[in-house]
T-cell receptor, first 112, second 113 residues
Framework: DAKTTQPPSMDCAEGRAANLPCNHS???????VYWYRQIHSQGPQYIIH???NNETNEMASLIITEDRKSSTLILPHATLRDTAVYYC?????????????FGKGTTLSVSS | DAMVIQNPRYQVTQFGKPVTLSCSQT?????MYWYQQKSSQAPKLLFH???????NEADTPDNFQSRRPNTSFCFLDIRSPGLGDAAMYLC????????????FGDGTRLSIL
């Protein structure tokens, strides 16, 4: 699986958009970009994933650059409950049963 | 709501005393996983079941075993817990194949006295 690079920490004001970047410059054509987050003392929570098109769901939007070497997770209106560690993970499709390789992630702190 | 449920949330055991952690799911997913997460570290896969097929990660200690009696339940058995086994244990599930995401429970935090 391709390696990802994320900033160690970010701050965001409540109500503002949080834009979390991820670099995956060695991504292969069949690798998807997944985002998970882990709130303190809870299990990781799946947020969104995509291959090359931008994706949106009720939680967030995922913007993937045209060359697929980087992506941005957007939380449109951050709340205090969005404070968590956010993990960007790249993995090949058809890998049910294999480990999610979590890096160090980005600690997002949302403040009022 | 359909979900992955882990009981108990906190478990205390004595050094060397066997302990079992449980996980149940209402998602009807084929694949169930057990991860270990030590303090300030990322989760690390121990093993998984693909339906009834058990798959152990190469570096998972022999002290850790698992059982999956049916689709809904999976157990993690630690035969002789050592102090180094104190951690959060996370259960996850996914559908088979494709690019299916994994869905996690809230974990069981295991302490060893």
């Amino acid at each position: 699986d391709a390696k990802t690079t994320q900033p160690p920490s970010m701050d965001c004001a409540e109500g503002r958009a949080a834009n979390l970047p991820c670099n995956h410059s060695t991504i292969s054509g069949n690798e998807y970009v997944y985002w998970y987050r882990q709130i303190h003392s809870q299990g990781p929570q799946y947020i969104i994933h995509g291959l090359k098109n931008n994706e949106t769901n009720e939680m967030a939007s995922l913007i993937i650059t045209e060359d697929r070497k980087s992506s941005t997770l957007i939380l449109p209106h951050a709340t205090l409950r969005d404070t968590a560690v956010y993990y960007c993970i790249v993995r090949v499709e058809n890998q049910a049963g294999t480990a999610l390789i979590f890096g160090k992630g980005t600690t997002l702190s949302v403040s009022s | 709501d359909a979900m992955v449920i882990q009981n108990p949330r906190y478990q205390v055991t004595q050094f060397g005393k066997p302990v079992t952690l449980s996980c149940s799911q209402t998602l009807n997913h084929n694949v169930m996983y057990w991860y270990q997460q030590k303090s300030s570290q990322a989760p690390k896969l121990l093993f998984h079941y693909y339906d009834k097929d058990f798959n152990n990660e190469a570096d998972t200690p022999d002290n850790f075993q698992s059982r999956r009696p049916n689709t809904s339940f999976c157990f993690l058995d630690i035969r002789s817990p050592g102090l180094g086994d104190a951690a959060m244990y996370l259960c996850a599930t996914s559908r088979r194949g494709g690019n299916q995401p994994q869905h996690f429970g809230d974990g069981t935090r295991l302490s060893i006295l």
